[in-house]
């Protein structure tokens, strides 16, 4: 069967001397494997077809009996190559890929995914970095029936209007006095809260305009990176990276 779908390019590797195993986030079939055959031979000019975040139109024929398609043909639709330029785009752009591409499955569409990794590529160069990631880390973890629980304490239902603690591990909001019996809650402060609640409920867009102060950013930051650390069992090679060259970031 041949299909044609918009895709963005997650992660590359290669195969055999001149191919290629390219992941794609697409449109319409969810993540994707394919192999593109002979596009590294030396001056093919397909070859810059398959750098990553690059936005394509893909045809395919589908393998019934693998996960891995062969990827006949290929149009350029966004080069993004405005997320190359700069170290900081490349690493947050690997980063929103590299959560595509761990929480979503082969052939589980999620157009909602496609548009926000559009998105907030297009916003990445101009609005904070952090920012974006929590829009992207909250969309898709809606998008994956992963968002945390955050409406009342999850043991005894209370409100928390104030501060509470969250648990990585049950993915949910604790009140003071529940979380003796919850191992790994740890406090969560009023701002950071509200913050984490403001972005699960509002658009994109809305949550573009918000803001919250450092020490909220901070601490939504690493609470994000214990939620993900959690969920796959190790950090991950992006945040890993975005580490190693920090002290060139600032
Ligand atoms: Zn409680």
Known sequence: MIHKTDAIVLKTQPLRSSSLIVTFLTRSFGKLKGVVKGVRREREPRSAFYELFTGLEIIFYEKTRSDLHLVSD????????????????????????????????????????????????????????????????????????????????LQCQAQIPGGGFFSVAQGSLFCMQCQPRIVDARPLSAEALAGLRYYTRHDPEECLKFRTSQAVDRELASLMERFFIYRLGQPMKSRRFMGEIQSFLN
Do not use: W
Not at 91 to 108: G, I, K, Q, R
Not at 127 to 146: A, V
């Open 74 to 153: 290929a149009a350029v639709i966004e080069t993004n190559d405005h997320l190359r330029t700069r170290l900081v785009s490349i690493a947050y752009a690997s980063y929103f890929s590299e959560l595509a591409d761990n929480f979503l499955e082969v052939h589980d569409p999620h157009e909602n995914v496609f548009d926000l990794m559009q998105f907030c590529f297009r916003y990445l160069p101009s609005i904070d970095p952090e920012r974006i990631s929590r829009i992207f880390e909250t969309k898709l973890l809606r998008e994956t029936g992963l968002l945390p629980y955050l409406d009342e304490c």
